[in-house]
């Protein structure tokens, strides 16, 4: 079995940074590709951000492109969204997520998932 849990999350101003944190417990993360997603409220689960399991292959949806970085730990067991120049639009839940099918973009395609932790950009 397989347990996500995110951290990192929290309160921040417009312009801002966040460095958010998924530690894999149970088999090595070095198995999966790995995933992170946001949900608004009143919105659909989207994509933000892909890596492969050794890193090599990366990701990026274009509304976070050039703000993001997604990076990974193997010999850790995490997974790191690290996010600058925050904006109001990317308040969400945030979410990670293992995929035991290769490295993919699509959520349904994901077997593992964190409870998500909250981010909130003010304005």
């Known amino acids: 079995q397989v347990q996500l849990v995110e951290s990192g999350g929290g309160l921040v101003q417009a312009g801002g940074s966040l460095r958010l944190s998924c530690i894999v417990i149970?088999?090595?993360?070095?198995?999966?590709?790995m995933g992170w997603f946001r949900q608004a409220p009143g919105k659909e689960r989207e994509f933000v951000a892909a890596?492969?399991?050794?890193?090599?292959?990366?990701n990026y949806s274009d509304s976070i492109k050039g703000r993001f970085t997604i990076s990974r730990d193997n010999a850790k067991n995490t997974v790191d969204l690290q996010m600058n120049s925050l904006k109001p639009e990317d308040t969400a839940l945030y979410y990670c997520?293992?995929?035991?099918?290769?490295?993919?973009?699509?959520?349904?395609?994901?077997?593992?998932w964190g409870q998500g932790t909250q981010v909130t950009v003010s304005s």
């Open positions: 997520a293992a995929s035991r099918r290769g490295f993919q973009i699509d959520a349904s395609l994901y077997d593992y």
């Open positions: 149970g088999r090595t993360s070095s198995f999966y590709p």
């Open positions: 890596i492969g399991w050794n890193g090599d292959s990366l």
